[in-house]
């Protein structure tokens, strides 16, 4: 079983709407919570990070947590072509532990 | 430039072979990390190292050696390459002193074919 689960996509959605993605996670532990973006041939990037439950706002990027139910996601409003990206879930479990990544969910904006 | 670089950018090499991925940040950042990234496994973590002269496996670290003896520097070694190490590699470090529970910054990646 995977440590964090995304699926894979590609979720795609008309320019202007919201894209939703989501993460689940297994460790109950787990402590901090990113959002990277990775676009095609390039390295990810932070774009959210979160680390207590309820929602984040960051512009036109809502992160949300809920930690019972073991899942993160994001929100991204207004949606524009250049979000088209793959996005990645990463979860930190604490102590000496990795940064346990997701697989990604590829998005794709439609003009 | 301040920043995380990886070298080099792409690299053929044929199976046997030792190779090394480089790897400099001018942070001084005290985590540094080593993944790879596959289709369908995402990024996975080879090794990583919580500061000069310590180091750790991660997920996947058969195959492959580090060595950071300077804090800056964190290279990576495939010791006899094969073809399931073919792979794009990220190098990445996490700032602020010694806590791991923060942003994480990645190089530009590696792209290594091994024939």
């Known amino acids: 079983q995977k440590e964090v689960e995304q699926n894979s996509g590609p979720l795609s959605v008309p320019e202007g709407a919201i894209a939703s993605l989501n993460c689940t996670y297994s460790d109950r532990g787990s402590q901090s919570f990113f959002w990277y973006r990775q676009y095609s041939g390039k390295s990810p990037e932070l774009i959210m990070s979160i680390y207590s439950n309820g929602d984040k706002e960051d512009g036109r990027f809502t992160a949300q947590l809920n930690k019972a139910s073991q899942y993160v996601s994001l929100l991204i409003r207004d949606s524009q072509p250049s979000d088209s990206a793959t996005y990645l879930c990463?979860?930190?479990?604490?102590?000496?532990?990795?940064?346990?990544f997701g697989t990604g969910t590829k998005l794709q904006v439609i003009p | 430039d301040a920043g995380i670089t990886q070298s080099p950018r792409y690299k053929i090499t044929e199976t046997g072979r030792q190779v090394t991925l480089m790897c400099h940040q001018t942070w001084s950042h005290s985590y540094m990390f080593w993944y790879r990234q596959d289709l369908g496994h995402g990024l996975r973590l080879i090794y990583y190292?919580?500061?000069?002269?310590?180091?750790d496996k991660g997920e996947v670290p058969d195959g492959y050696v580090v060595s950071r003896s300077k804090t800056e520097n964190f290279p990576l070694t495939l010791e006899s390459a094969t073809r399931s190490q073919t792979s794009v590699y990220f190098c990445?470090?996490?700032?602020?002193?010694?806590?791991?529970?923060?942003?994480?910054?990645f190089g530009q990646g590696t792209r290594l074919t091994v024939v």
């Open positions: 990445a470090s996490t700032g602020q002193g010694s806590n791991m529970n923060t942003e994480a910054f």
């Open positions: 990463a979860v930190y479990s604490g102590g000496y532990q990795k940064v346990t």
């Open positions: 190292s919580a500061a000069a002269d310590i180091t």
